[in-house]
């Protein structure tokens, strides 16, 4: 029997999701640009340099856009991802309440 290892893809995609500041900070986000200081409140309990960093990974991932005035939104993928992040929560949540 041939073991199967999942998809370079869904690695990546993973590492990015199961990060929770990477989650957080998607899910603040809008398409429309938000401060940077607006969004170090929103995320609670994230650091200004994690806030920094976890910005900086996905504006280089192509799902949040930078401003010049330090604001940042969501890119059409980041949309997408942030679609993709409430359907995973919706299920989850579905399955807590079903093992009530």
Known sequence: MA???????????????TDKWNALTLSHLTATP????TLRRQVRGISTLRLLTVLAKLTQLDLV???DEY????????????????NLE???NQVITEMQ
């Open 90 to 92: 919706a299920w989850g």
């Open 3 to 17: 073991v199967r290892d999942i998809s370079m893809g869904t690695k990546v995609g993973l590492e990015l999701v």
């Open 65 to 67: 856009i930078s401003t």
């Open 71 to 86: 604001e940042y939104g969501l890119t059409a993928e980041g949309l997408k991802l942030q679609t993709g992040l409430a």
């Open 34 to 37: 938000t401060g940077f200081m």
